[in-house]
């Protein structure tokens, strides 16, 4: 049994998990991300979760590696994170030499001899996740979308993470569906994350509590930044018009896009997962209703849109495998 530690960085918590090659998590760990204290702070609070797990692996048990899913680009190498969104003054980080440095003497101990520090995309640590562990693991090719504050995307192609030629392949998110929409933080016009981030969806549902009756007044009263996405879910599953009406609207936009990947990839199995996923049919129907408008006739049958049922597990557990998947690449080498 080989073990493994996996980190999930986002812009609010940094989640970690002691994981085994069987992908079960050993033991877990959580910590806010202290985001705006800058890079050196969320440094020192990645590698307190990493130590925290590292006392679960059994005596003797060296640790395999270390993977951190990280939102934004990385390296080819795996090795810096370019500019991650949410993490103010990050550019260009070395994640393996920033955290070996930090870590305690008993910790250097444990890991193996040439343990890797691995980063990854986020979204391509949660489709590593799936692919093995989670809703995707039966097909051997799909496309994973991340709805949470951004949108974020995977390619699994014959059960193998599709990087693209620097890396940075997948990035659904920035994929126009309007050249004349609203632009995205990226500065891409009609960019899908425009459409159906946590910040454009809450902005939305804000507009529609000032426009029309709604049980959305429930929960917000007159503060409208208390409206939150799980405000917006609940009233929705409540049978309000407006929020089901919002999470239809957003399943059209995905629909658009995600049938335009069928056609250049013929891929046609799609997980679902992040923050907004937790709407579960209420965002799914409208997707499937809409994906094959956008398809060609020759490619519509068999498109399948699932959500992550493993939540955020996934995610962890993804950022493991790509220490496991690094030592198999290595011994077939």
Sequence with gaps: MRYAIGVDLGGTHIKAALVRDDGHAVKTAR?????????????????QVIEQVAQGAP?????????????????????????????????????????????????????????????????????????????GQPYDSFIMVTLGTG??????????????????????????IDYEGPYARSGVAG???AYLGHRFLTRHARYQLLTRPTCLHQTAGTDLEHLDLISLHRAAMAGDGAAIEIFQWAGHKLGVALGGIVNLLDIRTFVIG????????????????????????ALRDGITVLREESGNAVAVQGAARLVFEHAEDAAGA
Aim: charged share 20%; glycine share 12%.
């Design 59 to 135: 005596d003797g048990e060296p640790l395999a590696g270390i993977g951190v899913g990280c939102p934004g680009s990385v390296s080819l190498d795996r090795t810096t994170v370019r500019s991650p969104p949410n993490l103010p003054g990050w550019k260009d980080v070395v994640l393996p030499d920033s955290l070996r440095l930090r870590f305690s003497e008993a910790l250097r101990q444990r890991l193996a001899r040439d343990a890797p520090i691995l980063a990854e995309n986020d979204a391509n640590v949660a489709a590593l996740g799936s692919a093995f562990w989670g809703t």
């Design 191 to 193: 960019a899908l994350e």
């Design 151 to 176: 949108v974020g995307g995977a390619i699994i192609h014959h059960n193998r993470l599709f990087r693209g030629a620097t890396g940075a392949a997948g990035e659904i998110g920035h994929m126009s």
């Design 31 to 47: 910590t806010d991300t202290p985001a705006a204290a800058g890079p050196q702070a969320v440094l020192d609070s990645i590698a």
């Design 274 to 297: 992040g923050g907004v996923s937790q709407a579960g049919d209420v965002l799914l129907d409208p997707i499937r209703a809409s994906i094959g408008r956008f398809v060609l006739p």
